[in-house]
């Protein structure tokens, strides 16, 4: 058993700070300055009101919708109450958790993440910019904005949020993540199991462990130009979520320092503007087309899992709910809808 201080120090590889910085690790991830600003909810909602004005917003029956709020979210939501409580309840109960996984944080002093849970996927599908997603994240003048639904068709909808947020959390992050990398990181984390105090990382989502027939070349899965949106378990027979996901966990879990090593040295050439591919030619010696037969094939079977603590009692799950304020949810729909459209 690892508890969270070792398993931290093992999971939490976002990037290397880029060569040549200097201060500390957050100063060198991220630049918090402008969140010190007396930017607030009122000024963002402001922005957003006034560019989609003159967008038409959906069917939406503004008394159908509560605003949930706690210290950390604020979420609009039309799905029945519980479903809403038990979502938001869980996602800040993985933040929390998160915070022991990722060197990767909200800044003090940010907006508080707005969540949007639609009701229904065709709720969701009206306001997303793809219709193959299930959920994304998004930011608007340092707004931090997870869009989901609280029916998604046998995959939980809280893993669903988990994976936007830890996109959040990536957007706050200065260097650049390669694309299977960070859908990769998001599958690793947001699968973490909570039991009580007790969390284990590592594990695979359960609706993913009978999608495992055939894998896509991870020749093309490295390449900076592999689109995972557009990759469809029905035409190709692969799920390449699932192979980013266990190349990732392979990397930060299973691979030896000295590959963990050459990962690093990957991380860094790609921040440096090396194309993805090129990056890990140069960093790992070998082709990425080898990683399926020669690394991930059998590890596949044996994937290790690591478990830790966390202290509940810090979690903020009491959320206070109240009606939504019409012109705020206009606001906010119709701000997705201007977004989904471009």
Request: with cysteine.
């Amino acid at each position: 058993m690892i508890r969270y201080r070792a398993l931290s120090r093992r999971a939490a590889i976002f990037t290397p700070p880029k060569r040549g910085a200097t201060g500390s690790p957050s100063q060198r991830h991220m630049k918090f300055e402008h969140w010190r600003t007396a930017l607030q909810w009122p000024v963002a909602i402001v922005f957003v009101l006034a560019v989609v004005a003159s967008v038409p917003v959906l069917a939406t029956d503004a008394d159908t919708w509560k605003v949930y709020e706690n210290g950390y979210f604020k979420a609009f939501s039309n799905a029945e109450e519980s479903d809403a409580l038990e979502i938001l309840r869980d996602l800040e109960i993985f933040r929390l958790v998160s915070t022991q996984l990722s060197p990767v944080y909200i800044p003090e002093g940010a907006l508080k993440t707005l969540a949007v849970i639609f009701r229904t996927r065709r709720e969701f599908k009206q306001h997303s910019p793809q219709n193959q997603v299930l959920g994304y994240a998004t930011f608007s003048k340092n707004l931090g904005i997870i869009v989901s639904s609280s029916s998604d068709r046998g995959i939980e909808a809280r893993h669903v949020i988990r994976h936007e947020f830890v996109h959040i959390l990536q957007l706050y992050h200065q260097a650049r993540l390669p694309n299977w990398y960070r859908e990769g990181l998001a599958e690793v984390l947001s699968a973490v199991d909570i039991q009580g105090r007790e969390f284990t990382v590592g594990e695979l989502p359960g609706w993913r462990r009978n999608r495992l027939s055939k894998v896509v070349s991870y020749k093309k899965i490295v390449r900076d130009d592999f689109d995972l949106t557009k990759q469809s378990i029905v035409t190709t027979g692969a799920d390449t979520y699932w192979q980013c996901w266990l190349l990732t966990h392979y990397l930060l879990f299973g691979a030896d320092d000295n590959l963990k090593r050459k990962f690093v040295t990957y991380l860094t050439l790609y921040n440096e503007g090396v194309r993805s591919e090129d990056a890990f030619t140069q960093a790992f010696g070998f082709e990425s087309a080898q990683l399926w037969p020669k690394h991930l094939k059998a590890y596949a079977s044996r994937v290790p899992t690591y478990r830790g603590y966390y202290d509940r009692n810090s979690a903020d799950t009491e959320f206070s709910i109240e009606n939504a304020a019409a012109s705020e949810l206009r606001a906010i729909l119709g701000f997705l809808i201007e977004r989904s459209s471009n």
